[in-house]
C-alpha cells in the first residue's frame, strides 16, 4: 500500500518525511499552503474560503458589514460590470448594521449609506449574518431558505453580486 497523498503533501511542505499516521489538522498558515500546494491561486483561496483559517489568524477578525460596504469601491471589478444596470438596497439590522445603496450602471459603482429609488432586489437579514454569507461561512440559499435573508425584487440581478466584486 502506498503513502497517503494528504501525508505526502503535508511531508513535503513541512520538509520532514510522512508521518506514520495523520498529523493533527494543519495550522492556518499550513492550510493556506495546502491550497497553494494543490495549484490554487491567492483569489481561488479566497473565492473557495480555504484561507478563512489564515484570515483569521493574521487579520485576528473578520471585516465588519460596515467595513465590507466602505471597501467596496477598492474591490469592484468594472471589466465585470460592462452593460450591468442595477441597484440594490441592503437592509442590515442588529449590532453593526445599516441600510446602503449600491448602483451599477455600465461598469461604475456608487455607493452611499440609507436608502434609494427603486432597487432592483433589497436584500434584507442581520449584519452578523450578512457578514457569514459574504465571507462563505454560511451559504446564501440556506438561509434564504431559512428566512434569515430576506430578498425582494430581482434574485437572479442579486445572485450576480460576487462577480462584481473581488474577495475581501
Request: charged share 20%; proline share 8%; hydrophobic share 40%.
Amino acid at each position: 500500500m502506498g503513502i497517503d497523498p494528504i501525508q505526502a503533501t503535508y511531508a513535503a511542505l513541512a520538509h520532514v518525511p510522512a508521518p506514520a499516521a495523520m498529523p493533527p489538522a494543519p495550522s492556518a498558515a499550513g492550510t493556506a499552503a495546502v491550497g497553494m500546494a494543490a495549484g490554487m491561486t491567492p483569489n481561488a483561496l479566497v473565492a473557495t474560503g480555504f484561507d478563512a483559517p489564515l484570515r483569521e489568524a493574521t487579520l485576528g477578525k473578520r471585516m465588519s458589514a460596515r467595513e465590507r460596504f466602505a471597501t467596496l469601491q477598492q474591490r469592484f471589478r468594472p471589466e465585470a460590470a460592462r452593460g450591468v444596470n442595477v441597484s440594490f438596497q441592503f437592509n442590515l439590522t442588529g449590532p453593526g448594521g445599516g441600510k446602503w445603496f449600491v448602483t451599477i450602471r455600465n461598469g461604475k459603482l456608487t455607493v452611499k449609506e440609507g436608502t434609494g429609488p427603486n432597487p432592483t432586489a433589497t436584500l434584507t437579514a442581520s449584519a452578523e449574518d450578512y457578514v457569514k454569507m459574504a465571507e462563505g461561512e454560511m451559504n446564501k440559499m440556506v438561509a434564504f431558505v431559512r428566512g434569515r435573508l430576506k430578498v425582494e425584487g430581482d434574485r437572479k440581478a442579486l445572485e450576480q453580486w460576487d462577480t462584481y466584486f473581488r474577495p475581501a
